[in-house]
């Protein structure tokens, strides 16, 4: 479904954002046993996170700070696993809407 990205961030707290990634977006979790690092995968999109505590959060740079753009096959799909898999996703305020009625976005 997803198409491809390789991203690499920095995360304050790399085992909350493993949490995040896996529990809420549906990532699987691989590099554990590399310090301070995790990979996080789900279908050919890859994200390496590296775990930099006095890194700025993004929402303290600015709205434009961090953009990604990813290309999936089906969004309404996604929209769907997210809102089945996801219990913090689907609790977000009108984020399992249908997607004629919002852009989806998703907020950490």
Do not use: N
């Amino acid at each position: 479904m997803l198409k491809q990205p390789r991203l690499v961030i920095a995360v304050r707290d790399l085992a909350r954002s493993a949490d995040f990634y896996s529990d809420v977006l549906g990532f699987s979790i691989e590099w554990k046993e590399v310090p301070g690092w995790r990979l996080f995968r789900r279908d050919a999109c890859t994200i390496m996170a590296g775990e930099c505590p006095d890194t700025p959060a993004a929402r303290e740079l600015g709205e434009h700070s961090y953009m990604a753009y990813i290309e999936v096959d089906d969004v309404t799909g996604l929209h769907k696993d997210l809102c089945r898999w996801s219990r913090l996703f689907a609790q977000s305020p009108g984020a399992c809407e249908s997607l004629e009625s919002r852009p989806l976005t998703v907020t950490a």
